[in-house]
Nanobody, 129 residues
């Protein structure tokens, strides 16, 4: 099982980036696929920002709703995260991950029946002037 993120980088506020997560060893459509970010700084806890469930339904944390869009390409076995209107507070390391659970939105946060079991190495996104 391998997950490899790409597409990160530096962008000005208001800009856009598209992250990709190329996977091998399993089929993306048979799992829930999540995007989790961890902002810099001691004590920052990871934030699960977006999920595409096995049935294709998508869930977004309030922090990114309306700006980010998750999708998957089953033929290419790849997960995507389209990020628009980026803000400085979106600066973080972004991880794609696999889960056997199902996710939904609760009080603005994305929660699920179980956690992720495989992770990519992460990719940096920096939003600054």
């Amino acid at each position: 099982v391998q997950l490899v993120e790409s597409g990160g980088g530096s962008v000005q506020p208001g800009g856009s980036l598209r992250l990709s997560c190329s996977v091998s060893g399993f089929t993306v459509s048979l799992y829930a696929m999540t995007w989790v970010r961890q902002a810099p700084g001691k004590g920052e806890i990871p934030e699960r920002i977006s999920v595409i469930n096995r049935d294709g339904s998508t869930v977004y944390a309030d922090s990114v709703k309306g700006r980010f869009a998750v999708s998957r390409d089953s033929a290419a076995n790849t997960l995507f995260l389209e990020m628009n209107n980026l803000l400085p507070e979106d600066t973080a390391k972004y991880y794609c991950a696999r889960s056997q659970g199902t996710y939904w939105l609760s009080d603005g946060a994305v929660i699920g029946t179980e956690g992720e079991d495989s992770w990519g190495q992460g990719i940096q996104v920096t939003v600054s002037t």
